[in-house]
């Protein structure tokens, strides 16, 4: 009796993962925290103002309870693609200072390499705070509080939420594809046939599953237009308030940075 209680406690206590900070700020505060943190960004174009962003954001990592280690290996492919937005401006952006090519209407001056620079930290200071806010947060409770908060239609609400669950499966599927190709030894070679044929195969699997839960959701009444009840809550804390308070900050900072610096230059000038 002593041995079973004990094994109960121990598999709660596995069970029971930490909350951090963030995860008691309503979804719907994420999202708004989400605009706050990236719109005003648009408001300029300078290396300073986004590397203040990105660096503030993440002295709040602590409070998101991600590892840094998880927020790197998620951000990497934007880090990667980044330089891709910033291509035009290295290119078409109107010269000025010095010139170091030139061919037709492409020219690569000290403005169009600041400009350039300047677009791709803002690609990785818009993805960051998403990564960093929706990390750990529940699709369930992202439902509950889009129905109830924000006051969306049930139907828009539980047709995200069967979605969003339904990303695990697929990343299921493509490992056991992987698997399985690599099992009969034909995963080894032609990278990229192999991920057309896969990313169709994923495809035909969604399409059937798509409409196997779409007829399971009708027959269930997930599509009536009687107004449904919700099992959990959600409402605003005045944690939410000093999350919106906090974001505000961090916009003021990193714009405030470029104006001190110098660097600050509207998007239209």
Not at 19 to 48: E, H, M, Q, Y
Not at 231 to 253: K, T
Request: charged share 15%.
């Amino acid at each position: 009796m002593t041995d079973s209680r004990l094994n109960d406690s121990q598999a709660g206590a596995v069970d029971l993962e930490p909350r951090a900070w963030l995860d008691g700020v309503n979804p719907v505060t994420k999202i708004v925290l989400a605009l706050l943190l990236s719109v005003p960004l648009f408001a300029s174009i300078d290396v300073v103002s986004g590397l203040v962003a990105i660096a503030l954001q993440l002295l709040c990592l602590p409070l998101t309870g991600l590892r840094l280690r998880t927020v790197i290996r998620r951000i990497l492919p934007i880090v990667v693609f980044a330089p891709i937005a910033g291509l035009s401006m290295l290119l078409y952006a109107e010269p000025a200072g010095h010139i170091y090519w030139s061919f037709g209407f492409a020219t690569i001056s000290d403005d169009s390499i600041s400009l350039a620079i300047a677009v791709s930290l803002r690609v990785v200071a818009l993805g960051l705070p998403t990564i960093m806010l929706f990390g750990r947060t529940d699709p369930t409770e992202l439902a509950d509080a889009l129905a109830q908060i924000a006051k969306l239609p049930s139907r828009f609400v539980l047709g995200i939420l069967a979605g969003t669950r339904m990303l695990g499966l697929f990343l299921d599927d493509w490992r056991t594809m992987s698997l399985a190709r690599r099992a009969r030894g034909v995963g080894d070679g032609g990278a990229i046939r192999r991920f057309f044929s896969m990313a169709f195969v994923l495809l035909v699997f969604a399409v059937r599953r798509g409409t196997r839960l779409a007829l399971a959701m009708e027959a269930r009444g997930f599509g009536s237009g009687i107004p449904r009840t919700w099992s959990r809550p959600s409402s605003l804390h005045g944690r939410d308030a000093v999350a919106l308070l906090g974001a505000l900050a961090i916009m003021a900072l990193a714009l405030a940075a470029a104006v001190l610096a110098g660097t600050f230059r509207f998007v239209w000038s």
